[in-house]
């Protein structure tokens, strides 16, 4: 009891956290789990700072991988270099092949000139800009297709007889495609019709054909005045702008005789009419090309055989036959009597067809019988036709 009396104080404190007491035994036992765990919560703060470190270095590392200057290694990688550096190494190669390349082109031996089979060098646009090569005669199709450019020289026709022309070598590019014959090509008017027989009177359109296969070169005539109506033999093709000429038949069904040099085509002088009276309007003269404009060749001759008299003749376009205030004088000749008569003049040039073979003519005419204009042809000019330098 005297031990008890001793300890009152302590007594007495305890009794003031008794309530306490019981929450404290609770919690003894995780009182060495706490401790694990403050345990590991130091290590891990330790390891996050390890880790921060090491993510600082990757990102000076990354640096020294991206801008390191040219030709400084990057520290402890073993001798391995920055983008940067490669950058200027690949700059410095491409501006020394560039170079060497120009050089290269610079020095070459020239070539006087270029042929099919020449090669050229492009980045293909339609494969990853893979470089790939083409001939110089893919470039001239390209150019022709892209500009629709349709054009030859040669193939000119020439009159052999009533049933027979020859068409001479030539080239060109029809539709982006290239013709080409080496020697002239004699034909029948027989061989050379796409369809039917031969028909008196008629114009024949003439084409080079193409066979699709190897690029050979024919020819074809037709009535139809356009490619798309050619009548084509299996395995060939007309296209745009391969119309080479023109072949007239007579009453007979036979050729008209004509001589060629480029598009001007020349025959015999041909009556057209004649007029002792006045006269004026469209009319076809006797074997021109009906189906397609030409520039027909024209003469006129006129007459008169007494005093008072007058005659003027005129042949002009078809499109005079529009003009409101009379017709642009392509063609003009003009008698008239007065104290040297009889009187006699001629004139010649040449006056553009309609589609339909028409040109426009006038004739004044004041006196007898005697007074006469006379309108002959003699040829024309085929504008149309793509050949070039004729």
């Given at each position: 009891m005297l031990a008890l009396s001793d300890k009152g104080a302590a007594i007495e404190a305890v009794a003031a956290v008794a309530q306490y007491l019981e929450t404290v035994a609770g919690i003894a036992d995780d009182i060495p789990a706490v401790a694990d765990l403050t345990q590991i919560a130091g290590q891990k703060a330790n390891e996050a700072a390890?880790?921060?470190?090491?993510?600082?270095?990757?990102?000076?590392?990354?640096?020294?991988?991206?801008?390191n200057p040219e030709d400084v290694q990057i520290p402890g990688s073993g001798g391995l270099f920055s983008s940067f550096h490669w950058y200027r190494k690949t700059l410095a190669l491409y501006d020394s092949v560039a170079a060497g390349i120009a050089g290269m082109f610079h020095s070459s031996a020239a070539k006087a000139d270029i042929t099919d089979s020449d090669e050229f060098a492009i980045a293909d646009s339609a494969d990853g800009w893979a470089?790939?090569?083409?001939?110089?005669?893919?470039v001239v199709k390209y150019v022709c297709i892209a500009t629709g450019f349709d054009f030859f020289t040669g193939f000119i026709p020439a009159y052999v007889g009533a049933s027979?022309?020859?068409?001479?070598?030539?080239?060109?590019?029809?539709?982006?495609?290239?013709?080409?014959?080496?020697?002239?090509?004699?034909?029948?008017?027989?061989?050379?019709?796409?369809?039917?027989?031969?028909?008196p009177s008629r114009t024949y359109f003439l084409y080079a054909i193409r066979k699709a296969s190897d690029g050979t070169t024919d020819f074809v005539m037709s009535l139809s005045a356009s490619e798309a109506g050619v009548t084509k033999p299996a395995g060939w093709e007309c296209l745009s702008g391969s119309r080479v000429g023109l072949i007239l038949t007579n009453s007979s069904g036979n050729v008209v005789p004509f001589w060629?040099?480029?598009?001007?085509?020349?025959?015999?002088?041909?009556?057209?009419?004649?007029?002792?009276?006045?006269?004026?309007?469209?009319?076809?003269?006797?074997?021109?090309?009906?189906?397609?404009?030409?520039?027909?060749?024209?003469?006129?001759?006129t007459v008169v055989a007494a005093p008072g008299q007058d005659c003027i003749g005129i042949?002009?376009?078809?499109?005079?036959?529009?003009?409101?205030?009379?017709?642009?004088?392509?063609?003009?000749?003009?008698?008239?009597?007065?104290?040297?008569?009889?009187?006699?003049?001629?004139?010649?040039?040449?006056?553009?067809?309609?589609?339909?073979?028409?040109?426009?003519?006038?004739?004044?005419?004041?006196?007898?019988?005697?007074?006469?204009?006379?309108f002959f042809v003699c040829g024309w000019h085929d504008y149309t036709c793509k050949r070039l330098f004729a």
């Open positions: 390890q880790s921060a470190a090491a993510a600082n270095a990757s990102a000076n590392l990354s640096t020294a991988y991206a801008n470089l790939k090569k083409v001939l110089a005669s893919s027979s022309v020859t068409i001479g070598p030539g080239m060109g590019f029809f539709g982006g495609k290239k013709h080409q014959a080496a020697i002239a090509t004699a034909k029948t008017l027989v061989q050379l019709l796409d369809t039917g027989s031969v028909q060629q040099t480029g598009n001007e085509v020349n025959t015999d002088t041909y009556a057209w009419f004649t007029a002792n009276a006045n006269v004026q309007g469209l009319a076809i003269p006797s074997n021109i090309p009906v189906g397609l404009s030409v520039d027909v060749s024209v003469q006129i001759d042949v002009s376009d078809a499109a005079a036959a529009n003009y409101t205030t009379g017709a642009a004088h392509q063609v003009r000749c003009r008698s008239r009597s007065g104290n040297d008569y009889p009187d006699q003049s001629a004139a010649a040039g040449k006056a553009r067809s309609n589609v339909n073979g028409q040109l426009w003519r006038y004739a004044a005419v004041t006196g007898a019988a005697a007074c006469l204009a006379s």
